[in-house]
């Protein structure tokens, strides 16, 4: 959605937005990591936010 936002603003404001944007990736990504059992079931990423914020435990 965010790309899409992108091509359509202004010059100016287009490269504001993209630094901002930038800047969140890289906290994003610093902060989390790959569920690594994604592929063992199926995704429901309610409980994946569950898992993160409970310290990687699995909840039922």
Do not use: S
Not at 27 to 52: G, V
């Amino acid at each position: 959605m965010v790309e899409e936002v992108l091509h359509l603003l202004p010059v100016r404001a287009r490269a504001e937005l993209k630094r901002h944007v930038a800047f969140l990736d890289t906290a994003y990504l610093k902060r989390t990591l790959p569920d690594p059992f994604a592929c063992e079931r199926q995704w429901q990423p309610e409980r994946w936010w569950r898992r993160r914020l409970a310290g990687g435990r699995e909840e039922k």
